[in-house]
T-cell receptor, first 116, second 111 residues
Framework: EAQVTQNPRYLITVTGKKLTVTCSQN?????MSWYRQDPGLGLRQIYY???????DKGDVPEGYKVSRKEKRNFPLILESPSPNQTSLYFC???????????????FGAGSRLTVL | SQQGEEDPQALSIQEGENATMNCSYK?????LQWYRQNSGRGLVHLIL?????REKHSGRLRVTLDTSKKSSSLLITASRAADTASYFC???????????FGKGTRLSVIA
């Protein structure tokens, strides 16, 4: 089944404890992206990647890192999480990316992160 | 930012009625997309309309696009309780810019 898989789905952690949220897609998509969703703010893009070893900042990149060493994986790293990073996170991918005119996204199920 | 803005923020209707949601945006676009999100789950793509298209249909969904007014509408006909969800518009700008989402319309369909 074609899908985007995120792990963990739920996580409670403490301030400053490094964590990684993994994202994997099995559709050979070029483009991958991370969003966070907060009440009243909608979806905001954190980082995106047009292809292997190519990453760019989105609207809210502060406090996050990403890497794209393989086409299928796009992990989101919080080096020193803080309470304001408590949010619902979504990974998404598409066959064609930015500027293609057909950037239709497939989303993962989401990862709910709480930072105490 | 070219972020789309949906209107209304929330909508409650009876089963069988039609639901209309609107999206306005600020800059020129390549296309506009609508997504659906069931509570706390990932978004699901519904329909894409290109900037040179005015109307598109998919099942019970009808999307219109007015580039002169920089607005779009999503019509769901004969709504069902299962249509209860949040609906987001997303715009792909005419430059090399990522897809940008609005804040969504929360639709409740009451059986």
């Amino acid at each position: 089944e074609a899908q985007v898989t995120q792990n963990p789905r739920y996580l409670i952690t403490v301030t400053g404890k490094k964590l990684t949220v993994t994202c994997s897609q099995n559709m050979n998509h070029e483009y991958m992206s991370w969003y966070r969703q907060d009440p009243g703010l909608g979806l905001r893009q954190i980082y995106y990647s047009m292809n292997v070893e190519v990453t760019d900042k989105g609207d809210v990149p502060e406090g996050y890192k990403v890497s794209r060493k393989e086409k299928r994986n796009f992990p989101l790293i919080l080096e020193s999480p803080s309470p304001n990073q408590t949010s619902l996170y979504f990974c998404a991918s598409s066959l064609e990316g930015v500027g293609s005119g057909a950037n239709v996204l497939t989303f993962g199920a989401g990862s709910r992160l709480t930072v105490l | 930012s070219q972020q789309g803005e949906e209107d209304p923020q929330a909508l409650s209707i009876q089963e069988g009625e039609n639901a209309t949601m609107n999206c306005s945006y600020k800059t020129s676009i390549n296309n506009l997309q609508w997504y659906r999100q069931n509570s706390g789950r990932g978004l699901v793509h519904l329909i894409l309309i290109r900037s040179n298209e005015r109307e598109k249909h998919s099942g019970r969904l009808r999307v219109t696009l007015d580039t002169s007014k920089k607005s779009s509408s999503l019509l769901i006909t004969a709504s069902r309780a299962a249509d209860t969800a949040s609906y987001f518009c997303a715009t792909e700008g005419s430059g090399n810019t990522p897809l940008v989402f609005g804040k969504g319309t929360r639709l409740s369909v009451i059986a």
